[in-house]
């Protein structure tokens, strides 16, 4: 391995370890941010009924997709690299070290006892692997911002006030006393 490739492995390793998101844009539809773990050179991922959503990512068992990290000081863009897609069945050790993995770093799960039976029946575990050098990296990031505008949604908070709603007063401050009447 040259020094350069040994240098692209540790940003990789070193970024997805360190950050929480990942965003991941598979064959399919916008790149989505998901939680992950770093376990045996590569990134790993759960999502399904009661996880994170999958589906329209078009995430599939020897497909192909596109990873980014960002740093964990300055929260921007780090790495992007391509990954390969594997999804390992769940009765393989493979499947299962990476559960164990997983499972320590869900947060709030409802069922944290029964979370590898819940996985392996509704759920998927991705594994995606660096698959190649990175196509952005530090000294190799576009000039331009590269934002994305959101993507619809129901979900607005700028709607107009209910009209059921008594006025505020006190010119608008919160947590202030209300001017009195006059």
């Known amino acids: 391995m040259t020094t350069a490739a040994a240098f692209d492995r540790a940003l990789i390793e070193e970024a997805a370890k360190k950050s929480a998101l990942v965003w991941v844009r598979g064959?399919?539809?916008p790149a989505r941010a998901l939680w992950h773990v770093w376990?045996?050179?590569a990134v790993w991922l759960v999502g399904g009924p009661g996880e994170q959503p999958l589906d329209g990512l078009g995430l599939a068992d020897g497909g192909t997709a596109t990873?980014?990290?960002?740093?964990k000081d300055k929260g921007g863009r780090l790495v992007v690299w391509p990954a390969?897609?594997?999804e390992p069945p769940p009765d393989g050790p493979e499947w299962a070290a990476a559960v164990a993995e997983l499972k320590g770093k869900r947060l709030n799960a409802p069922d944290a006892e029964t979370l590898p039976g819940r996985?392996?029946?509704t759920c998927r575990v991705l594994c995606l692997a660096p698959?190649?050098?990175p196509i952005q990296r530090p000294g190799r990031l576009p000039d331009a911002s590269q934002a994305a505008a959101p993507l619809p949604t129901p979900a607005s908070t700028r709607v107009p006030v209910p009209s059921g709603l008594p006025a505020r007063r006190g010119g608008g401050r919160r947590g202030?006393?209300?001017t009195p009447p006059r």
């Not at 990873?67 to 740093?71: E, G, L, M």
């Open 119 to 121: 996985w392996a029946a």
């Open 176 to 178: 202030g006393a209300a």
């Open 84 to 86: 390969r897609v594997a």
């Open 39 to 41: 376990h045996d050179g």
């Open 27 to 29: 064959q399919e539809g």
């Open 131 to 133: 698959a190649g050098e």
């Open 67 to 71: 990873v980014s990290c960002r740093s």
